[in-house]
Nanobody, 124 residues
Framework: QVQLVESGGGLVQAGGSLRLSCATSIRTFSPYAMGWFRQAPGKEREFVAARDWNSGITYYGDSVKGRFSISKDNAKNTVYLGMNSLKPEDTARYYC?????????????????WGQGTQVTVSS
């Protein structure tokens, strides 16, 4: 069973930065892709970013392009989401997810494992 553990969330002022981490539990973990999604209260879960595990190609939601960056550290089996120029509308719970099979980078239904999430709150 794959376990994903997010960390790094918190309260930040608008314009600030945060870096979220997603640590995996298995040393030989090798998904097809890793993704970040977010969900604000009363809203549906939204795609934020994804990274193809092997090619390194990245994908971003329109609302975060140019501000967020997804990366990974192979040695630590950890995926990161760097967030810059944060806005109050970025406030949400952020979830890390792993896709173990071929599928969409953008759809949450394609992802097989999920972390518990970490809260990001951006004050104006």
């Amino acid at each position: 069973q794959v376990q994903l553990v997010e960390s790094g969330g918190g309260l930040v002022q608008a314009g600030g930065s945060l870096r979220l981490s997603c640590a995996t539990s298995i040393r030989t973990f090798s998904p097809y892709a890793m993704g970040w999604f977010r969900q604000a209260p009363g809203k549906e879960r939204e795609f934020v970013a994804a990274r193809d595990w092997n090619s390194g190609i990245t994908y971003y939601g329109d609302s975060v392009k140019g501000r967020f960056s997804i990366s990974k550290d192979n040695a630590k089996n950890t995926v990161y989401l760097g967030m810059n120029s944060l806005k109050p509308e970025d406030t949400a719970r952020y979830y890390c997810a792993a896709r173990m099979y071929i599928g969409s980078y953008y759809s949450e239904d394609a992802y097989n494992y999920w972390g518990q999430g970490t809260q990001v709150t951006v004050s104006s």
